[in-house]
C-alpha cells in the first residue's frame, strides 16, 4: 500500500544542466556527495553519510539492473545504467548513472535522462519487474533478460549499450542546456555512426549476394536444355557459383564473430566513446565543486574529491587515446580486406565476359542467356556501389581519428 501511495506523489525536478555525485565504499556505504545529491533526495547529509546507497533505492527499479550494476564494479569495470531513486518522502527522480572502481571504493556521476532510449528502457524495466513479481525471475535471469531484451533493440552487448545511452544523453543535454558537445565526442559520435553504416552495409550485400545466388542454378538449367552446347555455360555457372560463396563468406568473416575487423572497430570505437563522454562527466563535476554549497563544509569537504576527478578525468582519456590506436591498426585492415573482396568481384567481371560471348556465339536461347547476364550486371553494381560506401566511411574513421589523435 505504502509503494501505491508513495507512487502517486510525483517526480522530483532538478534542472538538466544538474549532475549529481556520490562517492561509497567497497560495500556501497556513502562517503561523500554533493550538495545536489542531498536536495533532490531530500535527505539530510547527516542520514546519507554512513548510510549504504540503497536507501535511495526504488521499489519500481527490477533488481537485474543493480545484479549486473554491481557485478561489473566487482569486476573492476566502468557500468553505466538509467536508475529509478526514491526520495525521503516517496517521490522519485530519474537519473543516467556511471560508475566506476576507485581504490578502497567506487565513484558516481549522474545527469538527468531525456533521449527516446531512456523511455525504451523504461519500457525493458517495466517488463523484468513484472516477470520479478509475478514469475519470481531471480536477479540473475532477470539480468540476462535485460541483455536479451537489449539485443533486440540492437545492442550486440551491455558495453555498447553503455556507449550508445551516455552519448545519446550527452547529445541531448547539450541540446536542452544550450552547449556543444566537446570535440572528442562530437567525432567519436560521427565514428560511432559511421560504423554502424558499415554493417549496414554489408548487410545490404549479403542481400544482393543472396539474390543473385539463383543466377548458376538458372544457368545450369538452360545448361542443361541446351545439351552439348551447353558444356561452356554450366562450367561457368560452376564458378560463379563458387566465387558467390567465397564473397559470402568473406562477408561473414567480416562482421561476424569476435576476431572481425568489423567487431573490434565497433567495440573498441564504443570503448573509446564511452570514455571520451565519462571524462566529460567528471570534468564537468569537478568544475562544479567550486561552486558547491557544501564545499568547504568541516564535515563533508568536497576538496579531495574534486582532485581525484580530475585524475579521474585525465586517466580517462589516455585510455580513450589508447582506444584510437586500435581503431586507426583494424581501420587499414579494414582496407587492405576490401581489397581482397574487390579481387572477388574482378573475377566476377571476368565470368560475366565468358557469359557474353557465349550469349554471342548461341542461336535461339541467346535471349534467355542474355536475361541472366542482365542479372549478373546489376548485381555486380550494387556489390560494386556498397564497397565503395565501405571505402569511403573507412576514410571518414580514419580521418576523425587523425584529428582525435592530434588532440593530446
Known amino acids: 500500500m505504502a509503494q501505491t501511495r508513495n507512487s502517486t506523489l510525483?517526480?522530483?525536478?532538478?534542472?538538466?544542466?544538474?549532475?549529481?555525485?556520490?562517492?561509497?565504499?567497497?560495500?556501497?556505504?556513502?562517503?561523500?556527495?554533493?550538495?545536489?545529491?542531498?536536495?533532490?533526495?531530500?535527505?539530510?547529509?547527516?542520514?546519507?553519510?554512513?548510510?549504504?546507497?540503497?536507501?535511495?533505492?526504488?521499489?519500481?527499479m527490477p533488481k537485474g539492473v543493480f545484479h549486473?550494476?554491481?557485478?561489473?564494479?566487482?569486476?573492476?569495470?566502468?557500468?553505466?545504467?538509467?536508475?529509478?531513486?526514491?526520495?525521503?518522502?516517496?517521490?522519485?527522480?530519474?537519473?543516467?548513472?556511471?560508475?566506476?572502481?576507485?581504490?578502497?571504493?567506487?565513484?558516481?556521476?549522474?545527469?538527468?535522462?531525456?533521449?527516446?532510449?531512456?523511455a525504451q528502457v523504461r519500457g525493458i524495466y517495466a517488463d523484468m519487474l513484472q516477470a520479478e513479481k509475478e514469475q519470481g525471475l531471480q536477479a540473475g535471469r532477470s539480468a540476462q533478460m535485460l541483455l536479451d531484451r537489449l539485443a533486440q533493440h540492437g545492442f550486440a552487448s551491455y558495453e555498447g549499450f553503455m556507449a550508445a545511452a551516455i552519448a545519446t544523453e550527452m547529445e541531448e543535454r547539450a541540446r536542452r542546456i544550450g552547449v556543444k558537445l566537446d570535440q572528442r565526442q562530437q567525432r567519436f559520435l560521427v565514428m560511432s555512426r559511421t560504423i554502424a553504416d558499415i554493417k549496414a552495409q554489408t548487410d545490404q550485400m549479403t542481400e544482393i549476394i543472396k539474390a543473385i545466388r539463383t543466377v548458376p542454378m538458372n544457368m545450369r538449367i538452360l545448361a542443361s536444355r541446351l545439351e552439348n552446347a551447353g558444356g561452356p555455360i554450366s562450367a561457368i555457372s560452376v564458378n560463379y557459383g563458387s566465387m558467390l560463396d567465397e564473397m559470402a563468406s568473406w562477408v561473414r568473416g567480416f562482421v561476424d564473430g569476435e576476431d572481425s575487423t568489423y567487431v573490434r572497430m565497433r567495440e573498441t570505437i564504443q570503448r573509446g566513446q564511452f570514455l571520451v563522454c565519462a571524462a566529460a562527466m567528471q570534468g564537468e563535476m569537478s568544475e562544479m565543486f567550486n561552486d558547491d554549497t557544501r564545499h568547504g563544509?568541516?564535515?563533508?569537504?568536497?576538496?579531495?574529491?574534486?582532485?581525484?576527478?580530475?585524475?579521474?578525468?585525465?586517466?580517462?582519456?589516455?585510455?580513450?587515446?589508447?582506444?584510437?590506436?586500435?581503431?586507426?591498426?583494424?581501420?587499414?585492415?579494414?582496407?587492405?580486406?576490401?581489397?581482397?573482396?574487390?579481387?572477388?568481384?574482378?573475377?566476377?567481371?571476368s565470368t560475366r565476359m565468358m557469359c557474353k560471348i557465349e550469349s554471342a556465339a548461341l542461336t535461339g536461347t541467346g535471349d534467355s542467356l542474355s536475361g541472366i547476364v542482365d542479372q549478373l550486371d546489376a548485381g555486380q553494381d550494387e556489390i560494386e556501389a556498397r564497397l565503395a560506401k565501405i571505402v569511403e566511411l573507412n576514410t571518414v574513421i580514419q580521418s576523425n581519428t587523425g584529428m582525435l589523435r592530434a588532440m593530446t
Open 10 to 60: 510525483g517526480e522530483v525536478p532538478f534542472e538538466a544542466k544538474e549532475l549529481f555525485f556520490t562517492r561509497t565504499d567497497e560495500r556501497g556505504v556513502i562517503q561523500e556527495g554533493n550538495s545536489v545529491f542531498q536536495r533532490v533526495s531530500g535527505f539530510t547529509w547527516d542520514e546519507l553519510k554512513g548510510a549504504p546507497h540503497k536507501v535511495v533505492r526504488h521499489p519500481d
Open 297 to 349: 563544509e568541516n564535515t563533508s569537504d568536497l576538496a579531495d574529491d574534486k582532485t581525484r576527478l580530475d585524475g579521474e578525468e585525465r586517466m580517462f582519456q589516455r585510455s580513450a587515446q589508447e582506444a584510437l590506436k586500435v581503431v586507426e591498426m583494424e581501420a587499414m585492415r579494414l582496407g587492405r580486406s576490401v581489397l581482397d573482396m574487390k579481387r572477388y568481384v574482378t573475377g566476377l567481371s
Open 68 to 118: 549486473l550494476y554491481w557485478e561489473r564494479l566487482k569486476d573492476g569495470k566502468n557500468v553505466a545504467a538509467y536508475v529509478k531513486n526514491r526520495t525521503k518522502d516517496g517521490r522519485f527522480y530519474w537519473v543516467f548513472a556511471v560508475a566506476w572502481p576507485i581504490e578502497g571504493g567506487y565513484i558516481s556521476v549522474r545527469m538527468k535522462p531525456s533521449s527516446e532510449l531512456f
